[in-house]
């Protein structure tokens, strides 16, 4: 199997590691009168739920700087951190193509 | 794997700072030497950075209902050796705890020590032994960033039972919970991150085969080289 193939599998197993739970995972069945349950929550929050069940006394002495004001602005910045990593490994790999197929070039003449 | 501001007690906030400065000191040391030695590396510091800035800022749905999120750190550990990647999480950390209130001040030093430390080392560790019995390279590198990630939700896992032991079954009962939700969250997302970062070592392999070669990273592909 070709590397290229390869890679391809891969990168088709990890969209189906992601797709998997979106789409079998369902929030359960609220009663009367309930908030429907929320689903897909950050574990880092429900690790909270946990510090509050077992000790209920505990008070967190600091709080954040600052806090992004809304969902929204919180994702922005989410997304931001992506790109800034995204970008340079692209801009990386754009520069070792090009100096190799320079190599390549001058290499040839 | 992100305790969050506040929720460690003081003593265990300090502990860990205590606990991880060192090697983020060591970790800056380390780097400092590769690249003088070898300023070509620079770049591919770099791409361990980045790694671990994207996959870190990817919330991912888990079969638990929850979300969590890769951590990126097994790549540069493997290429730059355990030590690395502690300063390269710390600026990750740092930036997400001042930015995204994700994690903390308080609790940088803990989060430092699981994703910037524990992580890494058994990234390495296992990358090592396993090619010393000649295992294939890219299997290899799939288990020791999988476990890597494991290993980080864990070490979280571990930290905050040690600060919220169960009043009635102590340690282990606390431990239990925490692992509940981050480890079994965690598996299928650390598969993908193992996934990953064999792709992108594909990648690197392809482009980087000289620098990989000057970290002294035997390839897989033989005949790539330049």
């Known amino acids: ?109 | 794997m992100h305790i969050m501001e506040g929720f460690l007690p003081a003593e265990h906030a300090l502990a860990w700072g205590a606990v991880s400065l060192p090697f983020v000191a060591l970790g800056l040391r380390a780097i400092k030497k590769k690249v003088r030695e070898n300023p070509e590396l620079k770049m591919l510091l770099g791409v361990s950075a980045a790694f671990t800035f994207v996959l870190s800022a990817l919330k991912l749905p888990s079969v638990t209902g929850s979300c969590s999120h890769p951590t990126g750190t097994g790549l540069g550990a493997v290429l730059f050796g355990p030590l690395a990647m502690a300063p390269i999480a710390a600026i990750v950390l740092l930036f997400q705890a001042l930015l995204l209130a994700h994690g903390g001040l308080t609790t940088l030093g803990a989060n430092i020590f699981s994703m910037g430390i524990v992580g890494p080392l058994v990234a390495y560790g296992l990358f090592r032994a396993g090619r010393l019995i000649r295992l294939p390279q890219g299997p290899t590198l799939f288990f020791a960033a999988t476990l890597a990630d494991l290993a980080t939700y864990l070490t979280t896992s571990v930290q905050l039972a040690l600060a919220f032991p169960d009043p009635v079954g102590g340690f282990v009962a606390a431990l239990a919970k925490f692992a509940g939700i981050f480890a079994v969250t965690q598996i299928p997302l650390a598969v993908s991150e193992g996934l990953l970062t064999v792709l992108i070592f594909n990648v690197l392999v392809k482009h980087s085969s000289r620098e990989l070669h000057d970290l002294g990273l035997p390839l897989a592909r033989e005949g790539a080289r330049p």
């Not at chain 1, 590397?3 to 369902?26: E, G």
């Not at chain 1, 000790?55 to 992004?68: N, R, V």
């Open chain 1, 1 to 109: 199997m070709s590397k290229r193939w390869q890679n391809a599998l891969m990168l088709l197993a990890v969209i189906v590691l992601i797709a998997y739970p979106l789409l079998t995972v369902r929030a359960p069945e609220a009663g009367p009168g309930e908030e429907p349950a929320e689903i897909f929550s950050g574990a880092d929050g429900q690790a909270e739920g946990v510090i509050r069940q077992l000790a209920p006394d505990y008070q967190p002495w600091a709080s954040p700087l600052m806090e992004p004001p809304s969902g929204e602005i919180e994702s922005l910045l989410f997304a931001l951190q992506a790109v800034l990593g995204a970008g340079f490994i692209g801009y990386y790999v754009g520069v070792k193509r090009e100096r190799a197929r320079w190599h390549g070039a001058s290499g040839a003449a």
